[in-house]
């Protein structure tokens, strides 16, 4: 059974701080790696994707993978109340097109 | 900007109707997938399709089909509702081609009652 884990938080975060999220995934087989963020009610909104070990940054988001540990994560550098959201990490070998999901961490920013 | 439309935001519905959920991409997409999300299970995937007519069974099928006749829409179809699949339910597409993301709509919110 390939698995995708998450802790389910609530992660609370100073406004201004770095929120750490993190994910680990069993499938050793796995190639690409997604973030997405979602709002309470709405649908998943895809923020980074990383494919090759080391960190990938967009903004105020680093993604960052270590394939030989089977971890990935992410970090929100200079954290808004905006920020505030269910992360969700999704990860696929790519030999065919469905995401295993983990079940999300909810993050709260505290101004 | 990949666009994918979900026929509603919001749908009640009573236990025993048919009901069809939409589902339309606007980037010729090949693949398509359908999710049911309830919280504290994340979300499952129940049908996917990569080509016209084409569907798989994701991992709860039971209850529900699909249907594949245009590449841009794809339906789900709930044969006989019940109380247990009131949900938000999410569609999404997938271009082909290895390492793409999957894109959602804006999901739609079912009560059964």
């Known amino acids: 059974q390939k698995e995708v884990e998450q802790n389910s938080g609530p992660l609370s975060v100073p406004e201004g701080a770095i929120a750490s999220l993190n994910c680990t995934y069993s499938?050793?087989?796995?190639?690409?790696f997604f973030w997405y963020r979602q709002y309470s009610g709405k649908s998943p909104e895809l923020i980074m994707s990383i494919y090759s070990n080391g960190d990938k940054e967009d903004g105020r988001f680093t993604a960052q993978l270590n394939k030989a540990s089977q971890y990935v994560s992410l970090l929100i550098r200079d954290s808004q109340p905006s920020d505030s959201a269910t992360y969700l990490c999704a990860v696929s070998e790519d030999s065919n097109y469905q995401l295993i999901w983990g079940a999300g961490t909810k993050l709260i920013i505290k101004p | 900007d990949v666009k994918v439309t979900q026929s509603s935001r919001y749908l009640v519905k009573r236990t025993g109707e048919k009901v069809f959920l939409e589902c339309v991409q606007d980037?010729?997409?090949?693949?398509m997938f359908w999710y049911r999300q309830d919280p504290g299970l994340g979300l499952r995937l129940i049908y996917f399709?990569?080509?016209?007519?084409?569907?798989e069974k994701g991992d709860i099928p039971e209850g529900y089909s699909v249907s594949r006749e245009k590449k841009e829409r794809f339906s789900l179809i709930l044969e006989s509702a019940s109380t247990n699949q009131t949900s938000m339910y999410l569609c999404a597409s997938l271009e082909a081609g290895s390492g793409q993301p999957q894109h959602f709509g804006d999901g739609t919110r079912l009560s059964i009652l």
């Open positions: 399709s990569y080509d016209v007519k084409m569907k």
């Open positions: 499938d050793r087989g796995s190639q690409s």
């Open positions: 980037m010729d997409h090949e693949n």
